[in-house]
């Protein structure tokens, strides 16, 4: 209850707060079984989202909080956007609706003018007896009957709940507070601590789009293929600059930064990186993702679109084996973000401030984003931001449920032995950080090592190492500024991303399932399933033998990548995963339907052998694997995700997520 409180508090303590009085009436307010009542006038009580216990969410613009506080006294909490414009859309959230954050408050404000009519309590009254469960109570029996008083409208009740526009000017603007060390606080009438900038925000398009025009929401498709067909609501936000469009400009400054733009090749950056240019590319980056983003506004939604969020190691020497190529046979592929963001690290580690520190990690992650870009330009890879970043919550809520999940977490000795893929990039890593050392450095290493080496076979080595550099895309090639001793170190990171709770998270929010390589993680997700089902994959037996019997050919290219997202033997998966998903997201609720399973099943078997063999003529580098799935008839769920979402402020999200894969290197192919 203490944690349900802290989640309101924000939203509650940011609103108009209003204590009306019925001191002067015949009638009083009265009280039910549902004491915390939800009032927004486009949802009335038989919506779907007012099914007891839902209410209408608070951060919904229209939506006012209700709380009789004895027979004479009711307290009104209104989004302050609502009461100062009426029109607004009702079910748009509030702007910065986040939950679980710090704020500044006059909490001694109370708009306490307003002395109702016996009429206008009766509509108050009406609505906490239309939204009680059972249960009503009143001092006078006749109070109990609002409905022979008043028979108004559900949407006609607003006028009594609105605060008198006269009394606004207690609550918004802005905020500033000074400290003893000079530092300044500021905030918005919204509780953001920083202005929005100009260059994310954009105009939503005049009027109503044709089918060819560009879709508003940036996804760069035209409007018949993108929005046009979802309801406005699974619609990412038209005011706001999109995922695909931030990630273009931030390829814009990546390639303007490091010369790329005009002509130099890798090699040449390399041979030319600057701190100055670490740093200007990671404060671009923080620039594009403020931490008051509303990463909800601008994800996806659960609109029936094939898509998939694939969870593991985040490197450039293996995020091409399988996880772009996986977008050939899943769907839209979300992949998150090799970055580091300045803004959710300590000033000594930032990349913004510490560049020299990042050498190394900023060579693998630059790599890797150049080398998804041309994908996420189409469309086939949505590169996104770690959640976390964007709420401190929600990173410590994770990183409790991480540490519990993992501390009684099995792991085989065959799954120990298939994650050594990351082991061997952490040993090539840390052969890289020594090769990267100053000349000095290595002459000293190198005379330790072999004290009785002389000065030709020395010089021989020396020259051999910078032959490895140079033919090491990923290795540095400036070691002239980088320092000994403390403070001189470079920073590594292995990312096996997003663990087990985003992910879920991810995929709840998008309506996507589950595409790992890391055998770390699929022990993870088989355990979640397993707890909820006696089998791994107890649904859809025929398609997932035909699916884990079968051979799948992934492109090492992207650019084969993108060719054969668009030939129609290929496309026709994506239709498959589309509809699997479909029928295991109800399959709850509506049973085994034994004809479907067999059609899907023969569909799969019937496409299979032709796309392959389109994809083995057209790709001249491919790499085999075979696929696990995991068809849960009641979806991998775990509650804690769900109170995660919840909490995040997320309306439109699975309740679980239908399926998942688990793709197995075997040979390389060409």
């Not at 068809?631 to 239908?658: A, C, K, Q, W, Y």
Request: charge should be neutral; include cysteine; aromatic fraction near 8%.
């Amino acid at each position: 209850m203490q944690g349900i409180r802290q989640m309101h508090c924000t939203i509650w303590t940011e609103g108009v707060r209003e204590i009306i009085s019925a001191e002067e009436c015949n009638v009083k307010f009265i009280i039910s079984d549902h004491p915390v009542t939800i009032y927004n006038h486009a949802v009335p009580p038989d919506h779907p989202n007012c099914n007891y216990p839902n209410d209408p969410d608070i951060t919904l613009k229209s939506s006012q909080t209700i709380f009789p506080l004895n027979r004479d006294f009711c307290l009104i909490l209104t989004n302050l956007e609502y009461a100062q414009d009426p029109s607004v859309n009702p079910i748009q959230k509030r702007t910065f609706p986040r939950h679980y954050r710090e704020s500044f408050v006059r909490t001694d404000t109370f708009i306490r003018s307003r002395k109702l009519t016996s009429y206008q309590v009766a509509h108050i009254n009406s609505i906490i007896k239309r939204r009680a469960r059972r249960y009503i109570a009143a001092g006078q029996e006749e109070w109990l009957y609002p409905e022979e008083i008043v028979s108004s409208e559900w949407s006609a009740l607003q006028e009594t709940l609105l605060p008198p526009e006269k009394e606004l000017w207690h609550f918004g603007g802005e905020l500033y507070a000074g400290f003893e060390n000079g530092r300044v606080y500021y905030q918005d009438a919204f509780g953001r601590t920083e202005k929005p900038r100009d260059f994310l925000l954009k105009s939503p398009p005049p009027g109503v789009l044709r089918p060819g025009d560009t879709c508003g929401c940036g996804s760069g498709l035209p409007f018949k293929a993108c929005c046009k067909s979802k309801p406005v609501s699974l619609r990412p936000t038209w005011t706001e600059r999109s995922i695909r469009e931030r990630n273009l400009m931030l390829y814009s400054a990546v390639t303007s930064i490091l010369g790329l733009d005009q002509g130099k090749d890798w090699l040449q950056v390399r041979r030319d990186l600057t701190d100055d240019q670490i740093s200007e590319v990671y404060f671009s980056f923080e620039a594009l993702w403020p931490l008051e983003t509303d990463l909800f506004q601008l994800l996806p939604k659960p609109d029936g679109t094939a898509r998939a969020v694939y969870t593991g190691s985040i490197h450039p020497e293996t995020i091409t084996e399988f996880a772009l190529g996986a977008s050939l046979y899943f769907g839209d592929i979300l992949v998150e973000y090799p970055f580091t963001h300045a803004g959710t690290v300590r000033k000594e580690f930032s990349p913004v401030d510490n560049p020299q520190s990042y050498r190394q990690e900023f060579l693998k992650s630059t790599l890797l984003f150049l080398t998804i870009m041309p994908l996420v330009d189409r469309g086939l890879v949505i590169l996104v931001p770690d959640p976390c970043n964007f709420d401190t919550h929600l990173r410590d809520q994770t990183m409790h449920m991480a540490r519990e999940r993992t501390a009684g977490l099995d792991m085989s000795a065959n799954d120990v032995r298939k994650g050594a893929r990351l082991f061997t990039l952490m040993r090539d890593d840390l052969l890289r950080n020594l090769l990267s050392l100053p000349e000095d450095s290595l002459r000293t290493q190198l005379q330790n090592m072999s004290p009785d080496i002389d000065e030709v076979e020395l010089e021989g080595a020396l020259k051999g190492i910078e032959e490895l550099r140079t033919s090491d895309p990923l290795a540095t090639l400036r070691n002239d500024e980088i320092v000994d001793g403390k403070g001189g170190g470079q920073l590594s990171l292995f990312k096996l991303a997003p663990n087990f709770e985003i992910t879920m998270y991810l995929a709840q929010a998008t309506g996507s399932c589950i595409v790992t390589d890391s055998a770390v993680r699929w022990t993870e997700v088989k355990s979640c399933s397993r707890r909820q089902t006696a089998t791994v994959s107890a649904s859809l037996p025929t398609l997932t033998h035909h699916i884990e019997q079968s051979e799948f050919l992934f492109p090492q290219d992207v650019a084969d990548i993108a060719s054969m997202a668009s030939q129609k033997a290929v496309t026709e998966y994506a239709v498959v995963m589309r509809k699997t998903f479909k029928y295991l997201s109800k399959l709850g609720s509506r049973g085994a339907k034994p004809n479907l399973e067999a059609h899907l099943a023969a569909r799969f078997a019937r496409i299979h052998g032709a796309a392959q063999a389109v994809i083995k003529k057209a790709c001249a580098s491919t790499r085999q694997g075979k696929i696990s799935c995991v068809f849960s008839p009641g979806g991998i769920h775990d509650n804690t995700v769900n109170r995660l979402l919840l909490m995040s402020s997320s309306e439109h999200h699975l309740r679980n997520v239908p399926m998942a894969f688990f793709i197995d290197g075997s040979t390389l192919t060409t």
